[in-house]
């Protein structure tokens, strides 16, 4: 379904990843800054430039993509966007539209995009946070997915921007798409090229669900603090997945109708 190693690359003749050098625990080998750019086409559709500091990942973009005519932001988490709000890609690409997360012209669920003769759908996705989009290029199959869905692994949803819900309706949508073949390929916001999206997102979709009863499981046992009920599900975790699976329990006692505020405070 996926790669093991990924360094960017090609998820289609027109979809290009360039990787952001800033790898962790939560980026997996970093951000993937995706270019489209159609075969011929003189000009191009940067998603997320990536976070602020890598001068050198800047101008690698730039370099494969040519005229930028628009950069979006899948979302406002620093990793897609710093270099975009820290004014360091205005550096290199001077008087091109930016829009998403929070920029420029806010993006319509359905909106169509034109780049080289071909069109990125814009599709609302929440769930990772409240501003979360991915675009579907229909001719080619692709989904750009920002952290809606990664290459590897489930995303976090932090409570409170981060909504379970609202993720569970992403991937329907997503799911939808998949099973009508209109979704062949996703390319993730981290990670590598995904060549079996329905697999892949129902998987998704079975493990939030397969939480969300230990979570229940938990509660019936009368473990109610989120750090808790993370020792309890997760073990031991280093610090910075103990930060993510603990958003992610608010995320799911809220799902569930728990008072999360009260159990943060309490605990």
């Given at each position: 379904?996926?790669?093991?190693?990924?360094?960017?690359?090609?998820?289609?003749?027109?979809?290009?990843?360039?990787?952001?050098?800033?790898?962790?625990?939560?980026?997996?080998?970093?951000?993937?800054?995706?270019?489209v750019?159609?075969?011929g086409?003189?000009?191009?559709?940067?998603?997320?430039?990536?976070?602020?500091?890598?001068?050198?990942?800047?101008?690698?973009?730039?370099?494969?993509?040519?005229?930028?005519?628009?950069?979006?932001?899948?979302?406002?988490?620093?990793?897609?966007?710093?270099?975009?709000?820290?004014?360091?890609?205005?550096?290199?690409?001077?008087?091109?539209p930016?829009?998403?997360?929070?920029?420029?012209?806010?993006?319509?669920?359905?909106?169509?995009?034109?780049?080289?003769?071909?069109?990125?759908?814009?599709?609302?996705?929440?769930?990772?946070?409240?501003?979360?989009?991915?675009?579907?290029?229909?001719?080619?199959?692709?989904?750009?997915?920002?952290?809606?869905?990664?290459?590897?692994?489930?995303?976090?949803?932090?409570?409170?921007?981060?909504?379970?819900?609202?993720?569970?309706?992403?991937?329907?949508?997503?799911?939808?798409?998949?099973?009508?073949?209109?979704?062949?390929?996703?390319?993730?916001?981290?990670?590598?090229?995904?060549?079996?999206?329905?697999?892949?997102?129902?998987?998704?979709?079975?493990?939030?669900?397969?939480?969300l009863?230990?979570?229940?499981g938990?509660?019936?046992?009368?473990?109610?603090?989120?750090?808790?009920?993370?020792?309890?599900?997760?073990?031991?975790?280093?610090?910075?997945?103990?930060?993510?699976?603990?958003?992610?329990?608010?995320?799911?006692?809220?799902?569930?109708?728990?008072?999360?505020?009260?159990?943060?405070?309490?605990?």
């Open positions: 379904m996926t790669t093991t190693s990924w360094q960017g690359g090609r998820a289609s003749d027109s979809v290009f990843a360039l990787l952001a050098p800033n790898g962790g625990p939560m980026t997996l080998e970093g951000t993937n800054t995706w270019v750019r159609p075969p086409a003189a000009e191009a559709i940067v998603l997320d430039p990536g976070p602020a500091g890598h001068p050198e990942h800047l101008a690698a973009v730039v370099e494969h993509a040519g005229a930028v005519a628009l950069t979006l932001l899948s979302h406002h988490h620093r990793d897609h966007s710093e270099a975009v709000t820290s004014g360091e890609w205005a550096q290199v690409i001077a008087d091109a930016v829009r998403g997360g929070g920029q420029g012209a806010a993006l319509r669920d359905g909106e169509l995009l034109a780049v080289g003769g071909l069109e990125l759908e814009v599709l609302h996705t929440p769930g990772h946070t409240a501003d979360s989009i991915s675009l579907l290029l229909a001719h080619e199959g692709v989904l750009l997915s920002g952290d809606t869905v990664l290459g590897r692994g489930s995303s976090v949803v932090p409570w409170p921007d981060g909504d379970l819900g609202a993720y569970f309706d992403s991937l329907d949508r997503l799911i939808d798409l998949a099973e009508e073949g209109r979704i062949r390929r996703i390319a993730p916001g981290h990670g590598p090229v995904i060549t079996e999206p329905l697999v892949v997102l129902r998987q998704l979709r079975s493990h939030r669900l397969s939480r009863e230990e979570v229940r938990a509660l019936g046992q009368g473990i109610r603090a989120p750090e808790a009920l993370v020792a309890h599900i997760y073990g031991e975790l280093p610090r910075l997945l103990t930060w993510a699976a603990t958003a992610t329990v608010r995320a799911q006692l809220a799902y569930l109708g728990e008072d999360v505020a009260a159990e943060d405070h309490d605990g």
